[in-house]
């Protein structure tokens, strides 16, 4: 069989397959960045906290889940969730296992791990703030919801999507390690292709590729999302001059 005929959509092909594992490789890596935003906004804001028990269960936090692989990080939350959900099937009266959906639990794991390193990115943009403008809108008795929504928010944005570039990019790559929950993303898609025709070579290439294309087309929209962020600010030239 050539290498067109695999490559394809007819009914030999498994061009289709791995698209739609590409597809899903996509959706666990967007579900785990809005985790990890949600997760990392939190942890930022204890670190950056005056409280000292706060600032030690941010820290706790980041320090576990980036110096955990991750690997053993997704095993703990398929495995684990999975026995407390069927725990919890058993006290309402189910008798039997029930797992935690592949996905939920991929996605749940990943963006654990992304929210450790969202959690920096978010703290190190609120750092960069000049302090000059918080100090003034405390001065002018501005309220402190409506410093954060004028001032701090969209300045940390704006700051922050660099960083948030490279988590999303780490988390790509991080969603490969998903395929063990029995998920078929595009490592598994891959996987399970290159098995079913022997063609290891071949479709462990195309797989790479595809995950090349992802992180290729994330990094331009990720510098047109910084791009625009910062079309209002002056240039370096201009700051020059």
Do not use: C
């Amino acid at each position: 069989m050539n290498i067109m005929t695999l490559l394809g959509f007819g009914d030999k092909g498994w061009a289709l397959w791995l698209l739609l594992g590409a597809m899903l490789t996509l959706a666990v890596t967007a579900v785990a960045l809005v985790i990890g935003a949600i997760l990392g906004a939190a942890v930022a804001s204890a670190k950056l906290s005056a409280s000292v028990p706060l600032r030690v269960l941010g820290n706790a936090y980041t320090t576990v889940f980036r110096g955990v692989p991750e690997l053993l990080i997704i095993y703990l939350i398929y495995f684990g969730g999975s026995s407390a959900v069927t725990s919890l099937g058993q006290w309402l009266g189910y008798q039997g296992f029930l797992g935690l959906p592949s996905f939920i639990a991929g996605a749940l794991a990943v963006g654990v791990i992304s929210g450790s390193y969202q959690a920096e990115v978010f703290r190190g943009a609120y750092l960069a703030i000049a302090r000059g403008e918080l100090e003034a809108a405390s001065a002018i008795g501005m309220p402190r919801s409506l410093r954060f929504r004028r001032i701090i928010m969209p300045q940390v944005f704006r700051l922050a999507i660099p960083g948030i570039g490279y988590v999303w990019q780490l988390s790509l790559k991080d969603s490969a390690l998903v395929s063990v929950t029995g998920l078929v993303e595009l490592m598994r898609a891959s996987q399970v292709s290159a098995n079913s025709t022997h063609q290891y070579f071949l479709f462990y290439i195309v797989g790479g590729g595809l995950y090349l294309v992802l992180t290729s087309l994330s990094d331009r929209v990720f510098t047109g999302a910084e791009r625009h962020a910062n079309r209002s600010m002056p240039s370096a030239s201009m700051g020059k001059a």
